[in-house]
């Protein structure tokens, strides 16, 4: 009988490391590269979180640093706070500004006009910084079309944990954006139906995890090797190979992301 090994090209385009102990970091990172994993971004929320997916990147290879401010915590974006996130998103192992976006569901975060204001001076480090986004964007579909296709130049990037419906997803995929698939799809009823997942191109799929080595407030620890779970499930409603997923979906992070150093 063959033994079975994983896909050697998985590549999670959306991870969150900060605030880890050494030891559990250390454990999810091996459990990545023993799944296949070859390549994360590492997203930041605050400008704590930012700063320290920077220093990771440092010592980890195959981490690539994002940093922003989560739209949960667009009240914290003072004048300071951007200066000091805009010397980190100019900096050349930065690979993108994220997690920003807006999101119109969760209650008691910050109000929608402090988020608005919050997203236009990400919108505008983006392209000051020449780096693609990693957009969250819950609720608020239309607002975040309107701001990305008034925008000149345009943006690029993706549309993070994706779990719209077909008009969403073309929407996405005509301004040039690439798509994150995530844990949902392992059975979440957030999830994006299969005829969705279909409709992506190849060429525009990614595939995500939205993890982090602590454990969330369910009790479940998830770490970037579950984005070979997301990986099998999405193949399997392709109809598509795991290697073949594996190897498109690696390619595009390199493309939007840059290569592991």
Known sequence: MRE?????????????????????????????????????????MDLESSTETVHLSRSHDFIKPAVGIHPWNARDIDAA??????????????AAIGEVGLDMVREGIAPP???????????????????????HCRG???????ALRSANPAHRGTAHGFTGDGAMLR???????????GRSILGDKSAPGP?????????????????????????????????RQVAERVAEIRGASLDTLAQATSENFRKLFGAAS
């Open 140 to 146: 608020a579909h239309r607002e975040m079309m309107d």
């Open 81 to 94: 706070t951007y200066e000091s996130l805009k010397a980190l998103a100019l900096r050349p192992e930065v």
């Open 195 to 227: 005829e969705v997942v279909r409709l992506i191109p190849l060429n525009r799929l990614l595939l995500e995890t939205d993890s982090s080595p602590r454990y969330w407030p369910d009790g479940v620890r998830v770490t970037p090797a579950a984005v």
């Open 171 to 181: 929407d996405w995929l005509e301004l040039g954006f690439y798509i994150t698939i």
């Open 4 to 44: 079975s090994r994983p896909p050697a090209t998985l590549a999670d385009a959306h991870a969150h490391l900060d605030g880890s102990s050494p030891r559990d970091l250390q454990q999810a990172l091996e459990e990545a590269r023993a799944a296949g994993v070859e390549a994360v971004l590492a997203v930041g």
């Open 113 to 135: 006009e402090v988020q608005r204001r919050c997203l236009t001076r990400l919108l505008g480090l983006a392209l000051e910084a020449g780096k693609p986004l990693n957009l």
